[in-house]
C-alpha cells in the first residue's frame, strides 16, 4: 500500500491551494483519511481528519478555512485550502488508516511543501 500526496507549492497570503492524497495497492476500505503538517521546529499536527460515516474533524486553526474531503470509489482525499497565512507554512502529510487482507493500519504519504509568503 501506498499513499502519494500532491499539490503543495508557494501561494500568497489570502491564496488557495488544493492537496490531494492518492491511495494504492490491495485496499480492501479505508476507515479514516486526514491531513497532518508539520513546520520547521514544531511537532506533526493534526490538520483535518474525515472517517466513513462520520463528520470531518478541523483543528480550531483551520476550522472555517480548509475543507476536507474524500472519494471512496477512488481512494482518495483531497484538502481544499483557503485564506491562507503564513502561519500554515509546513510540510503536509497525507494519513489513512487502511484494511487490507492482511492488516489494519495507518499509512502516511510522503508530505508536500506548502509556502504561504509574499
Known amino acids: 500500500v501506498q499513499l502519494q500526496a500532491s499539490g503543495g507549492g508557494l501561494v500568497q497570503p489570502g491564496g488557495s491551494l488544493r492537496l490531494s492524497c492518492a491511495a494504492s495497492g490491495s485496499i480492501v476500505s479505508i476507515d479514516t483519511m486526514g491531513w497532518y503538517r508539520q513546520a520547521p521546529g514544531k511537532q506533526r499536527e493534526l490538520v483535518a481528519t474525515?472517517?466513513?460515516?462520520?463528520?470531518?474533524n478541523y483543528s480550531d486553526s483551520v476550522k472555517g478555512r480548509f475543507t476536507i474531503s474524500r472519494d471512496n470509489a477512488k481512494n482518495t482525499g483531497s484538502l481544499e485550502m483557503n485564506s491562507l497565512k503564513s502561519e500554515d507554512t509546513a510540510v503536509y502529510y497525507c494519513y489513512a488508516r487502511i484494511h487490507t487482507w492482511a492488516s489494519i493500519r495507518g499509512y502516511w504519504g510522503q508530505g508536500t511543501q506548502v509556502t504561504v509568503s509574499s
Open positions: 474525515i472517517a466513513i460515516g462520520d463528520r470531518p
